[in-house]
């Protein structure tokens, strides 16, 4: 890395991260992989066609060529998958021994190890993250999930001193397209460890890994029933929800349609956890190590695409260092490479629909006319499939759209800011509370931001770590419940005294 300064008056200061060679390219290898030209629901422990005869097209958002077929499960699908969860419950899973429960978890979690490559490569080729993320955060974070909890189940009593804990029966869950399978392992796991039975409902662009862990379930020899994973779109989750007898609903995604499910369940028994949108702060204050910073602010909007709820969207930078913190910034993501998900030096894949690409540049639009100042890298990207280069707003205030909505693609708002309680008040007057980020090399002032920012998780001179042992969730209209750790249990278990 270098200095370049270019000669004469008007010196222009930009680091320059460029070798005198490119990189050549790294593809993962697709030839290990065997998807089914057409995938029928997993339930009762066997793969079964849809009674509505319906079907609908998985593609690859990099090549927008179809991978396979899914089928579309309707209110009768839903129903024989509960009967079938319900009928696992009541005569198999809920009587079995806590330890026993235990061994199957681990072994559904030792088995994703063995087939971790061929799973990062296909939740790579159906959402279009890159191969170096979906290999080296999903898969072992989702592997880990498994292991954390099956090691709960027999130990639920300690966890829980002076009650007796209890399964709630079947749950209903319904995930999102941005980390398939890990969201899949966030629901199931937990709900298996405390002894419940689960529906599970993939996202309709992305259900390709849900269906290999089906596979999974039948090669860990899993009771018939125990998990019933159905595909399908909107209505298929709305089924589930409106299912009378289903216990509990666990829902990740969009904050309107959290909304939708919360009104459903209204006056209802059942009990539910939901995990939505968010927007979050990432604070930068003048006496952070800027360099790390930087990869903190890159790493915190940049990764999986801008795809991920606790996303660092909204850029705090002190203001009398945000002019060396943006041009660091700017060059750090000119350096950034967009292209072919299963490329090994791929940073930034395929945004995961044309829908999700529409929705992104739609918000770039709203950016420009509201007066930001837009900054977008001169990357190339491929010519088919869906891209959007990395991309900042500056000038920008509390009252933009682009800072006040979630946009869930890589695109950053920056504002800068003077005093600490000036940035705790930005940083709250929003209507989500999922997450944060503090850079500074002050414990003090950790302290005092962390525990003054509305939020569920907020990391401090790191972002996006995520471990199956710590509680995530959120406040406001990101949402209620936390999932992971033993916080995560409890969403499952009635406690008695
Ligand atoms: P995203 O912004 O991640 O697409 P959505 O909230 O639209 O978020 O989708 C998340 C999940 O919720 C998907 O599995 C989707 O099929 C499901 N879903 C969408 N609409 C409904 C609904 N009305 N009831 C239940 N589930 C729904």
Known sequence: ??????????????????????????????????????????????????????????????????????????????????????????????????????????????????????????????????????????????????????????????????????????????????????????????????????????????????????????????????????????????????????????????????????????????????????KAANIIFEDAAIDQAVEGIINGIFFNQGHVCCAGSRLFVQENISKTVIRKLKDRMQTLIVGDPLDKNTDIGAINSKEQLSKIKQFIKIGINEGGECFQTECSVPSKGFWCRPTLFTNVSQSSRIVQEEIFGPVLSIQTFRTVEEVIEKANNIPYGLSGGVWTDKGSKIFKVTSQINAGVIWANTYNKFDPTSPFGGYKESGMGREGGLHGLMPYLHLEN
């Open 1 to 278: 890395m270098a200095v370049s300064k270019n000669k004469g008056s008007n010196k222009k200061r930009s680091l320059d991260f460029s070798t005198d060679w490119g990189y050549a390219s790294a593809p993962e290898s697709k030839d290990h992989i065997q998807l089914k030209n057409r995938y029928d629901l997993f339930i009762n422990g066997k793969f079964v066609a849809p009674d509505s005869g319906k079907y609908f097209d998985t593609i690859n958002p990099a090549t927008e060529q179809k991978l396979s077929e899914v089928a579309d499960a309707n209110a009768n699908d839903v129903d024989k998958a509960v009967k079938a969860a319900r009928n696992a419950y009541e005569k198999v899973w809920s009587k079995m021994p806590a330890k026993e429960r235990s061994k199957y978890i681990y072994r559904i979690a030792r088995i994703m190890q063995e087939r971790a490559r061929e799973l990062a490569v296909i939740e790579t080729m159906d959402g279009g993250k890159a191969i170096r993320e979906s290999r080296d955060v999903d898969v072992p974070l989702a592997a880990a999930h498994f292991f954390y909890y099956a090691g709960w189940a027999d130990k639920i009593d300690y966890a829980t001193p002076g009650t007796k804990s209890k399964s709630l029966g079947v749950a209903g869950q319904i995930i999102p397209w941005n980390f398939p399978l890990l969201m899949a392992a966030w629901k199931i796991a937990p709900a298996l460890a405390a002894g419940n039975t689960v529906v599970l409902k993939p996202a309709e662009t992305t259900p390709l890994t849900a269906m290999k862990l089906a596979e999974i379930l039948q090669e860990a020899e899993l009771p018939d029933g125990v998990v019933n994973i159905i595909t399908g779109a909107g209505a298929t989750g709305a089924a589930i929800v409106n299912h009378p007898d289903i216990n509990k609903i666990a829902f990740t995604g969009s904050t309107e349609v959290g909304k939708i499910i919360q009104r459903a369940l209204a006056g209802t028994n059942k009990k539910y956890t939901l995990e939505l949108g968010g």
